[in-house]
């Protein structure tokens, strides 16, 4: 079985500071992971994903996320927070074979200006 | 080129009646997966069509179904809604990795 833990209901983080969002997750063999983020009212946008190759992955509106195998974790990341960042976050995952993804229970995250 | 979208954006029904929700993926992709997102609970996995066959389905009840057109539309059937129901489904396809979402239907049952 595969699982997504997201320990934070908020994280609530003042505007140009760093900000983190927690992930960590269980599967059999390597993970897919993935970050979604989701607006009010609004379908999940994709921010970024890992399959293999370099832990620190890079992707939309200057996020970044870290897999660490070790610990099972894919923290999400921003070195300076925006207002607009303020949305809901979602960690998912999968394993290598054809399956749906899992989803975490989701991070809302509060910007303050 | 056109993202999935997603039929109808809001749906009010009353318990006991049927529901359908419609979804079509993004030009080229043959697998459809749904999700329902209740409040507070984070987005649960329904059903995944490939190709034109049910390919795995999540821990819901029977009456709860839908199919894939050859096509690779997709629609999701409710049946004898129940106010729990409530809430915004979503849809997505994908080409092998990531997944792309509609901006969902949300359906409310009084």
């Known amino acids: 079985a595969q699982s997504v833990a997201q320990p934070e209901d908020q994280v609530n983080v003042a505007e140009g500071n760093p900000l983190t969002v927690k992930c960590t997750y269980s599967?059999?063999?390597?993970?897919?992971l993935f970050w979604y983020v989701q607006y009010p009212n609004r379908g999940l946008q994709f921010l970024l994903k890992y399959i293999t190759g370099d832990n620190l992955v890079k992707g939309s509106y200057g996020f970044e996320a870290e897999f660490n195998k070790s610990q099972t974790s894919f923290h999400l990341k921003k070195p300076s927070a925006l207002v607009s960042d303020s949305a809901l976050y979602f960690c998912?995952?999968?394993?290598?074979?054809?399956?749906?993804?899992?989803f975490g229970s989701g991070t809302r995250l509060q910007v303050q200006p | 080129e056109a993202g999935v979208t997603q039929s109808p954006t809001h749906l009010i029904k009353t318990r006991g009646q049927q529901a359908t929700l419609r979804c079509s993926p993004i030009s080229g992709h043959t697998s459809v997966y749904w999700y329902q997102q209740a409040l507070g609970l984070g987005l649960q996995f329904l059903l995944w069509?490939?190709?034109?066959?049910?390919?795995n389905r999540g821990n819901f009840p029977p009456r709860f179904s839908g199919r894939q057109f050859p096509n690779y539309s997709s629609e999701l059937n409710v049946n004898a809604l129940e106010l729990e129901d409530s809430a915004l489904y979503l849809c997505?396809?994908?080409?092998?990795?990531?997944?792309?979402f509609g901006e969902g239907s949300r359906l409310t049952v009084l």
């Open positions: 997505a396809s994908h080409p092998g990795g990531e997944l792309f």
């Open positions: 998912a995952v999968r394993d290598t074979g054809r399956r749906a993804l899992t």
């Open positions: 069509y490939d190709e034109g066959e049910e390919r």
């Open positions: 599967v059999s063999g390597n993970p897919y």
